[in-house]
């Protein structure tokens, strides 16, 4: 299987450039912008790490080593298309158009967080696992009714492809030809628990099998992958080929969420041997300079630009004003249930000291 599923990759740990298939297309441009994007990202997550543990955010689920997968995926899509992220996935909402400081006050525990700008089709993060596969198969399927060419991207981990939303999404989207990508990230982990420890398959992609549906895998720290991949996945599903399943391979660096500490369940000298070997920002550098286009001046600047970008954009979340308490219960149903009400009406008295 893992011969049959091998990895897509364009350019290697090492900076090296090992299929030419789309050279004609990696202009300066597009590597510089890819580049500044992910640097971007991971100022933003070391920032949010750092602000949940001054309690200026709540729990924080950091993405840094997947911002490859996440850039190269949303970069790919169209402003009409779909996005159903999950908790991790805001380096794709970022990519595909969420503001960063409505990102920030999602992780403030902040409704307004949830709220993409108009027109935007951007899912909340979904935290009950695989629940948003069935959400963008029924979306892509609804721009199928339509008529239109729009599709949907839906991100989800490892550890959910073992739960039946799973099952359900890949299936209704393969039989009804649905236009959707299942963008998996595989960062080997679920929580605690190693993929060996989730599943007897050798690969993710191979689950594409059962539903009758391309399984592509890739080296999901090669941002040219996860572009032309999801790109090419994209093509197939205007052109109403169906969907298709991506398997990113990549690694998170860090905790599972703030609240976790990796070292009880793994090696974390592991995680910068990683680094060292197929970092998505470092290999970046290291082809740039075998390009003849890396410019250390130019480096310095991007680095400054995106803490710049991040502290303004701490700025415009801290500067908003006081979180709402009826925001708690008042989205959860469209009408409140009585237990619902119940929670709130103690919750206003505990807050009025009653
Ligand atoms: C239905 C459901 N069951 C359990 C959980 C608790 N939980 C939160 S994240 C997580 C692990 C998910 O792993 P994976 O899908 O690989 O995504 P990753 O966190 O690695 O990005 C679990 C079990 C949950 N959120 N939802
Ligand atoms: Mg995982």
Same mark, same amino acid.
């Given at each position: 299987?893992?011969?049959?599923?091998?990895?897509?990759?364009?350019?290697?740990?090492?900076?090296?450039?090992?299929?030419?298939?789309?050279?004609? *297309?990696?202009?300066?441009?597009?590597?510089?912008?890819?580049?500044?994007?992910?640097?971007?990202?991971?100022?933003?997550?070391?920032?949010?790490?750092?602000?949940?543990?001054?309690?200026?955010?709540? +729990?924080?689920?950091?993405?840094?080593?997947?911002?490859?997968? *996440? %850039?190269?995926?949303?970069? @790919?899509?169209?402003?009409?298309?779909?996005?159903?992220?999950?908790?991790?996935?805001?380096?794709?909402?970022? +990519?595909?158009?969420?503001? &960063?400081?409505?990102?920030?006050?999602?992780?403030?525990?902040?409704?307004?967080?949830?709220?993409?700008?108009?027109?935007?089709?951007?899912?909340?993060?979904?935290?009950?696992?695989?629940?948003?596969?069935?959400? @963008?198969?029924?979306?892509?399927?609804?721009?199928?009714?339509? !008529?239109?060419?729009?599709? #949907?991207?839906?991100?989800?981990?490892?550890?959910?492809?073992?739960?039946?939303?799973?099952?359900?999404?890949?299936?209704?989207?393969?039989?009804?030809?649905?236009? %959707?990508?299942?963008?998996?990230?595989?960062?080997?982990? #679920?929580?605690?628990?190693?993929?060996?420890?989730?599943?007897?398959?050798?690969?993710?992609?191979?689950?594409? %099998?059962?539903?009758?549906?391309?399984?592509?895998?890739?080296?999901?720290?090669?941002?040219?992958?996860?572009?032309?991949?999801?790109?090419?996945?994209?093509?197939?599903?205007?052109?109403?080929? !169906?969907?298709?399943?991506?398997?990113?391979?990549?690694?998170?660096?860090?905790?599972?969420?703030?609240?976790?500490?990796?070292?009880?369940?793994?090696?974390?000298?592991?995680?910068?041997?990683?680094?060292?070997?197929?970092?998505?920002?470092?290999?970046?550098?290291?082809?740039?300079?075998?390009?003849?286009?890396?410019?250390?001046?130019?480096?310095?600047?991007?680095?400054?630009?995106? @803490?710049?970008?991040?502290?303004?954009?701490?700025?415009? &979340?801290?500067?908003?004003?006081? #979180?709402? #308490?009826?925001?708690?219960?008042?989205? %959860?149903?469209?009408?409140?249930?009585?237990?619902?009400?119940?929670?709130?009406?103690?919750?206003?008295?505990?807050?009025?000291?009653?």
């Amino acid at each position: 299987m893992e011969e049959q599923f091998a990895k897509v990759v364009y350019v290697d740990g090492d900076g090296n450039l090992v299929d030419n298939e789309m050279k004609s *297309q990696l202009t300066e441009d597009l590597v510089k912008h890819f580049y500044r994007q992910m640097v971007l990202m991971r100022t933003f997550d070391r920032k949010a790490i750092n602000m949940q543990r001054q309690g200026r955010l709540g +729990t924080y689920a950091p993405f840094e080593g997947q911002e490859a997968a *996440q %850039v190269g995926s949303a970069y @790919a899509l169209r402003q009409d298309d779909w996005i159903f992220p999950t908790y991790r996935d805001h380096a794709a909402t970022m +990519t595909f158009g969420m503001p &960063m400081d409505t990102v920030l006050l999602y992780w403030n525990g902040r409704s307004e967080g949830c709220i993409p700008p108009e027109g935007k089709r951007i899912f909340p993060p979904a935290v009950p696992l695989a629940t948003q596969l069935p959400h @963008a198969a029924g979306a892509a399927m609804a721009e199928q009714y339509k !008529g239109t060419d729009h599709a #949907a991207i839906v991100y989800f981990g490892d550890g959910s492809t073992s739960e039946g939303d799973f099952h359900e999404g890949m299936n209704f989207a393969s039989i009804f030809k649905a236009p %959707v990508i299942f963008f998996n990230q595989n960062n080997q982990y #679920a929580i605690s628990v190693p993929i060996e420890r989730q599943m007897n398959s050798r690969t993710i992609a191979q689950k594409a %099998v059962a539903y009758g549906i391309p399984g592509v895998r890739i080296d999901g720290n090669d941002v040219f992958a996860a572009y032309f991949e999801t790109k090419k996945a994209l093509e197939r599903a205007r052109a109403g080929e !169906g969907p298709t399943l991506i398997e990113a391979v990549t690694w998170r660096y860090g905790a599972h969420t703030t609240a976790d500490d990796p070292t009880k369940y793994r090696d974390q000298s592991l995680s910068e041997k990683k680094r060292e070997s197929g970092d998505p920002i470092l290999r970046l550098e290291r082809f740039m300079k075998m390009e003849g286009i890396w410019d250390e001046k130019w480096n310095e600047w991007t680095w400054e630009e995106a @803490a710049e970008t991040v502290e303004e954009a701490v700025r415009t &979340m801290e500067a908003y004003p006081e #979180a709402d #308490a009826n925001d708690l219960f008042d989205h %959860v149903f469209e009408e409140k249930t009585w237990t619902i009400q119940d929670q709130k009406d103690q919750y206003f008295d505990y807050l009025r000291g009653v």
